[in-house]
């Protein structure tokens, strides 16, 4: 079975920007392009909310909390999703999940920590 490993999580002052990647742990190209994948983020004592994810016919949905300022983007030849955060707060902190949907088994990577100082 296919693995999900992000990276790029970090330290990054309020305003600033920061981009985190979720990689397939195989090339998987055909399967990259076809399913629904996107972005979980979890913060200390708080459920883990939808961020942004990439559905149906390559169509984007956001969280009202992160429109305008994330950005979801793959590359089916690399097999890699990214999240670009941009105007960063400090209510972004948390750790970042990313996820893609096979077979209707949702597949989840460890996270990565995003930390926004004030």
């Known amino acids: 079975q296919v693995q999900l490993v992000e990276s790029g999580g970090g330290l990054v002052q309020a305003g600033g920007s920061l981009s985190v990647s979720c990689a397939a742990s195989?090339?998987?190209?055909?399967?990259?392009?076809?399913?629904?994948m996107g972005w979980y983020r979890q913060a200390p004592g708080k459920q883990r909310d939808m961020v942004a994810a990439?559905?149906?016919?390559?169509?984007?949905t956001y969280a009202d909390s992160v429109k305008g300022r994330f950005t979801i983007s793959r590359d089916n030849a690399k097999s890699t999703m990214y999240l670009q955060m941009n105007s960063l707060k400090p209510e972004d902190t948390a750790v970042y999940y990313c996820?893609?949907?096979?077979?209707?088994?949702?597949?989840w990577g460890k996270g990565t920590l995003v930390t926004v100082s004030s």
């Open positions: 195989r090339s998987i190209p055909s399967i990259f392009s076809r399913n629904a």
């Open positions: 990439i559905i149906s016919g390559g169509s984007t």
């Open positions: 996820y893609m949907t096979v077979g209707g088994i949702r597949v």
